[in-house]
């Protein structure tokens, strides 16, 4: 968290004076500017890794967010071509060894069909359009961020952060005895604390951050060096292609609230999901002929008609005034929005501290709804970081938490919650220690009428107990089928097959789903388990399929009728006398369609359509 940090908070005072800055309320865009280094086209195989993440970041971003802006960038090039929009470069300083290939942009489907065929042609036309740069002549760093950041200014829409992203293979692009690495740190330094973050993605796995990077990222962002741990380039390179990027978490608050812990004693606070909800895009009607969007629009009119002109008049009606009904007995009561409105606002949003408990308390795991995180801000009530800092210390040290009673929005029921103190464990890789910030985990508990009522004495008996044998046949079964648990690469099956028909229909280009790759191979896992199977079924017995049975037709007069076997589908339809045969006795209905029509140009030298419907077939045989 960017705003909250309790290392690094100012200590407690009692003066009353100080004069907190308030954050700024974020209402405008974010801009994500992708640089790639053309050295990587020295190894061919690490440009190609680096347009494919790109392309699934622009793909991504079509689909998920239409508001951020993208653009992309080449440096340490030989040729610095025109992009696509030369417009775009006026009033900008455009510095050597670089080029622009699309500023940022809120991208469309042109956009990302350009950069597709851009991508395509790259192996070939990426050496002849823009070229590699040799190595004591590359480009400024320093000039490249200054190219970023004019890009931004000049985009004409309000930034609230700048993202940029750069992938390259070179630990240190200027010797440190040069005029260029001085001004690169005061370009950094010069960054700092102006919503600009700067993303290293290495496209080796190796990588030293120690001989550059480090102290450029760390002046970035105005951090210790010492605190610096560099992340695992190819995670790095996962999430890029994901782009699940670290956003500002102002923008993913759920909204903001007040938390009283006494009498004149209240705080602001925030809240937030630990998981973004994949949202779907809008439904809409698309015409057949050119897939244009189909815009419906209401109106209510209202026709007077006029008797002494014997015309009819016809107004546009906008209805205001709306109410609710409610038949009691033989009266009608009739309540506004307003009055109805009134009795659901009876209580303002916010959280109310009850009491504490032992962390022991509570359960690891309440199946009741998702939790939530809160983390405290000044922008109601100043000196909220400070109580919010001092009640979490206490409850990790006193191994408390906190029972609250909580109104997360206007109109909405109380629930009561548990304030679970969390820290960050930056030792752990796993995906909970990803999630987990220092702050408090909001619990939300379950109440009497939430717990279900189930009847397990149908199974949950010492009848159904399996011998040591199955318990051992099982363990092993268990052992042989494993996965590795990575929310962060496992797709949303749903809206990844969402994702790929709206592909298909943006680019009549068919696309895959990606949801199924990181599961196991079944013919694998079969194999696995082959010498087990054997041992399975001695312990368990084979388990026989129940034969569905057909209902008998209850319709008048069909248990006297015989029923028929239908006829083979190989049955030789070149045999005249048994054809025939067929014929005399009726029994044609037997035959499918394709038999009819071989018999009837067969034996009759014939043909009917292929629209003629079966019936209609027979009855042309029949009469022949």
Not at 329 to 356: A, C, D, I, T
Not at 554 to 583: C, H, Q, R, W
Request: charged share 25%; net charge neutral; aromatic share 10%.
């Amino acid at each position: 968290m960017s705003s909250w940090n309790p290392e690094f908070e100012i200590s407690i005072s009692d003066s009353e004076d100080e004069g907190d800055q308030l954050q700024k309320k974020f209402s405008g865009r974010e801009s994500i500017i992708f640089v790639i280094d053309a050295n990587l086209y020295n190894r061919s195989e690490l440009l190609d890794n680096a347009l494919v993440i790109i392309r699934r970041a622009f793909l991504s971003g079509l689909l998920v967010n239409d508001r951020d802006l993208i653009g992309l960038i080449f440096a340490n090039t030989k040729h610095s071509p025109e992009p696509h929009e030369p417009n775009c470069l006026d009033d900008i300083i455009m510095p050597e060894k670089c080029a622009v290939f699309l500023p940022p942009r809120q991208l469309n489907t042109a956009i990302v069909q350009m950069f597709l065929r851009f991508v395509e042609t790259a192996p070939t036309q990426f050496d002849k359009i823009y070229g590699v740069a040799p190595e004591d002549e590359g480009c400024n760093f320093s000039h490249m961020l200054r190219l970023c950041m004019d890009l931004v200014q000049h985009c004409n829409y309000l930034i609230d952060n700048t993202t940029i992203v750069y992938l390259t293979d070179i630990e240190l692009p200027h010797p440190h005895d040069s005029e260029c690495y001085r001004q690169v740190l005061q370009k950094a330094a010069d960054l700092k604390g102006k919503d600009v973050e700067f993303h290293l993605i290495p496209m080796i796995d190796i990588f030293n951050y120690d001989l550059f990077y480090k102290e450029f990222i760390c002046l970035i962002q105005d951090t210790d060096i010492d605190c610096f741990e560099p992340t695992d380039p190819k995670r790095l390179r996962e999430m890029l292609a994901n782009r699940k990027f670290k956003q500002h978490y102002v923008r993913r608050s759920l909204g903001h609230f007040k938390f009283t812990l006494g009498p004149n004693l209240v705080l602001s606070a925030q809240y937030f999901n630990y998981y973004q909800k994949g949202k779907k895009p809008q439904k809409v009607l698309l015409q057949r002929t050119d897939s244009a969007v189909v815009r419906k629009h209401r109106i209510t009119q209202v026709r007077k008609q006029d008797e002494e002109m014997d015309a009819e008049e016809v107004k546009d009606v906008n209805i205001k005034n709306a109410w609710y009904e409610i038949n009691l007995g033989s009266e009608k009561m009739r309540l506004s929005y307003e009055q109805v409105n009134r009795v659901r606002n009876l209580h303002p949003p916010g959280m109310s501290l009850l009491g504490f408990k032992p962390r022991s308390s509570l359960a690891s795991a309440i199946y009741c709804k998702t939790a939530n995180f809160m983390y405290p801000d000044d922008i109601h009530i100043e000196g909220s970081k400070r109580l919010f800092r001092a009640l979490w210390e206490k409850c990790i040290e006193k191994e408390k938490i906190a029972i609250c009673l909580f109104m997360c929005r206007r109109k909405s029921m109380p629930r009561y919650v548990a304030l679970v103190p969390v820290q960050k464990n930056t030792d752990s890789e796993t995906h909970e220690a990803i999630m987990l910030n220092d702050g408090f985990k909001i619990v939300y508990l379950s109440c009497a009428t939430y717990i279900r009522s189930f009847n397990l004495s149908d199974w949950n008996t010492p009848d159904n107990d399996a011998n040591d044998d199955g318990l051992q046949v099982c363990e092993k079964l268990m052992k042989k089928f494993r996965l590795d648990y990575k929310p962060d690469i496992l797709y949303d099956p749903d809206l990844d097959q969402l994702q790929s028909k709206l592909l298909s229909l943006a680019f009549n280009v068919s696309y895959e789903t990606l949801g199924s790759q990181y599961f196991p191979n079944p013919d694998i896992q079969t194999q696995r388990i082959q010498k087990l199977l054997p041992t399975f079924e001695e312990v368990f017995g084979t388990e026989m399929p129940e034969v569905s049975k057909r209902s008998s037709d209850k319709t008048s007069g069909s248990s006297n009728i015989a029923k028929k076997p239908k006829l083979s589908a190989d049955f030789d339809v070149k045999n005249e006398a048994y054809i025939k045969e067929m014929i005399k006795n009726k029994s044609l209905n037997s035959c499918t369609k394709d038999q009819l029509m071989e018999i009837l140009s067969t034996h009759f030298n014939k043909k009917a359509p292929k629209t003629i419907k079966k019936q209609d077939l027979i009855d042309i045989i029949y009469n022949l």
